[in-house]
Structure formats: C-alpha cells, structure tokens
C-alpha cells in the first residue's frame, strides 16, 4: 500500500495508474492527518480511475464534474455546483454510489422538504424539484457513462412542483404609457424601447454594443449576453443555439439607437451601449410602472409582451421563434393560450366545403334523402320476407 508517513508528521500517498490514454502516471496527494485518512483517498482514487460505482458520490462528483462542467456555461455549472454541494453532498456524498437506495433518497427528500429557504420558511416546492432533478442527472450520468444499474432517485419518485407561474405581459397602449414616463432618464428609455420593440432577453440588451446595429439595412445581430458571474462581468454566447441570430428592426428604433449613441463622447465599436445591471433595470421598471399607472410586471415580462403582440398581429409561432430566438415548438408550448382558437374557423371551413360538394348538381340534400328512403324501403321488404316465411 503506497502510504508513507511524511517529515512533518502527516501522512501522504504515492501510487502511479494509467490514464484514459494509456499512459503511465505518477499521483501524489499530502496532508493526511491520519493513515487510515490516505488509505481511504487511494482507494477513491483507483476506484475513479476504474470508473467503478462502488466509489462514494462524492469521489463521483469529481468525475461528474469533469465530464459536464466543459459542457456549460459557467453561471450554469455554478448553479449545479451549489445545489450538489449544499443540497446533496453532505447527506449522500459518504455513501456509495451503487448502495444508495430508493429508500435512502425518500429520507432525503424528508430532509430537504423541512429544510429552511431564502425567506426563512421552507424551501419551495419548485426549487425542491430542480434538487431533485439533478440528484437524478447524476445517477442517469452514472448509468450512461459508469455502468451503474438504477436510478434510485427515478425509483423514489420526484419531489415539488413545477412552478406554474401566471404569465404576465403589457399590451402595446400600456407599454406606450411606461415608455412615456421613462423619457426623463434617457439611457433606461432607450434599454426598454430595445426589450419591448425585439424581445431579447435582458443579458442580451446588456451586451449589445454600436456594432450590432446595422441602420442602413435596419437589421440588429444578437451574437452574445452579458452575465454577472462571481463579481466579475462576463460576456457569453447566447442561452441558446437559437439565439444566435439577426432580425429586423423597425425604422423608428433604428433612429432612437442613433440617438442614444448621440450620448456618448467616445464610445467605440465593440464598446458595450448599456452599462446597466438586471436589478437596475428592475428598479426603474418597478418606478416607471408606478408613474404611468400601469400593472408591474417583471423585466422579463416584456419579452412576452413583444410575443404577444406579435401573435395577436397574425405571425405564426415558427416566425416568431426565429425573432426572439426560440424554435417554434416553444413558442407553441409556452404561449398556445395566447393564439386565437381556430376551432370555430376549421368547423366552418368544413360545413362550407360539404355544403359546395353537395350542392354541385343542384340536387343537395334532396340527393341524401332520397338515397336515406331508398334503404328504408329495402330493410321493410326483407322484414316482410323473413316474416312471411317464418
């Protein structure tokens, strides 16, 4: 067993393996308070090595993290991360990962249900799924990647509820009155005309800068978003491969981003125009919402509102997904209450077409009636027939 006690008292491991590529390494790993500490470590470590499920959850989340981590934007594996080391980890990371049982994720999910949230009450029911859903990612990882057998949070079931949050949007007369009280502070006039008038998303207004705008094609190039990441700002690609995209732009928009440029003495090219963040966009939104007397809604809110007054000027789903970066079954999914209900329309189209087939040689009805008559009269004579000879 490479274990051997070091020079200042501690203890430390040294053992070679043999890496995905076939290569020979050497590891080394320090500062074990106790023996029996490194030994534990070098058995996790040969068991990750061999992708073996009989190592804990948390020597798995090591290599969780490295198969997925590369995958995501950072803000998103963030957002993992501290779910599974808060919420996971320290009541399932000691176990192994092919020993825990449905049983054992039910006593979780009891645990997580009684603990605290953001508002001093318990945590709520949608962020309750969202845990559970990525206690289950893992496992499902597990199975694909590391031969484990079952997903024991798939058999115990999930916890919480989606959120089903009302969907709240502002039509084009009370967008107008905000609009109008937001001209005395020019810069958020201007960051709410771009929201309401295209339907980007908030990290995408944050991180549009002079070159984006094409005025003479009045065409505007959505090719990244702004994220607040750790303190530190962070320009990313879009959420999605749909968000990569160029749209057009009214006239009107075109000639009040040249007047917002106008505000700046050097702003360059690539220079971002709105160096605004969310919770100031929401502050001012929840100001101007109060002035102008209309609903308050989210800052979010006007993206929907931008789909719905497309939607109510006849677009179809697919043109509209393409615009706000979206694929046209979302749009569908996500707003199918807001398209008109064509099932009134369809009946009618219907009743018009037999109406036309059946009216072709001037007979209509007349023609199905007498046809109806026709095999009346033959079902009497053979009623009578049978009768007759019975």
């Known amino acids: 067993m490479p274990v051997y006690k070091d020079k200042n008292g501690k203890w430390y491991v040294m053992l070679r393996y043999t890496d995905w590529t076939g290569k020979k390494k050497q590891k080394c790993q320090r500062g074990f308070s106790k023996k029996s500490e490194a030994a534990e470590w070098e058995k996790e470590f040969k068991l990750q090595k061999r992708a073996n499920v009989d190592m804990t959850l948390e020597s798995f989340y090591e290599l969780y993290e490295q198969d997925v981590k590369p995958k995501l934007k950072e803000n998103t594996w963030l957002t993992k991360q501290s779910i599974i080391e808060s919420k996971i980890l320290p009541y399932l990371g000691k176990r192994k990962l092919s020993d825990i049982s449905a049983k054992d994720i ?55 509820k989606a959120e089903s949050r009302e969907m709240k949007f502002w039509t084009k007369e009370q967008y107008l009155k905000f609009a109008e009280a937001m001209m005395e502070r020019p810069i958020y006039y201007y960051a709410f005309e771009v929201l309401y008038w295209t339907g980007v998303r908030e990290g995408e207004l944050l991180a549009l800068t002079p070159e984006d705008f094409d005025f003479e094609g009045k065409m505007l190039r959505i090719n990244k978003s702004f994220q607040r990441i750790k303190g530190q700002d962070v320009i990313t690609s879009p ?16 000639e009040e981003i040249k007047d917002c440029l ?6 360059q090219p690539t220079d971002r125009i709105f160096h605004l963040s969310k919770s100031k966009l929401c502050s001012a939104m929840e100001r101007g919402s109060n002035k102008a007397g209309v609903p308050r ?27 706000v970066g979206h694929s046209g079954e979302k749009i569908t999914y996500h707003y199918a209450h807001l398209f008109p209900n064509k099932q009134l329309d369809m009946a009618d189209f219907l009743e018009r077409e037999w109406q036309a087939d059946s009216q072709k ?15 009346l009269s033959m079902n009497k004579e053979n009623d009578g027939g049978n009768a007759h000879v019975g």
């Open 106 to 160: 039910v006593d979780w999910q009891n645990t997580v249900r009684k603990l605290p949230g953001t508002n001093g009450n318990t945590v709520s029911e949608s962020y309750m799924r969202t845990i559970h859903n990525q206690l289950s990612a893992m496992f499902n990882h597990a199975i694909r990647y590391y031969s484990l057998q079952i997903n024991p949070a798939q058999r115990a079931g999930s916890m919480g």
């Open 239 to 254: 959420k999605t491969e749909a968000g990569n995209r160029v749209i057009a732009i009214p006239a009107f928009l075109c």
């Open 262 to 267: 106008k505000m700046f003495y050097h702003i």
């Open 297 to 323: 809604i989210r800052v979010h809110d006007l993206r929907h509102s931008h789909v719905s007054l497309l939607i109510n000027q006849g677009f179809s789903a697919f043109e509209i997904g393409k615009r």
């Open 361 to 375: 040689d001037g007979s209509g009805l007349c023609m199905e009636n007498s046809r109806v008559e026709s095999i």
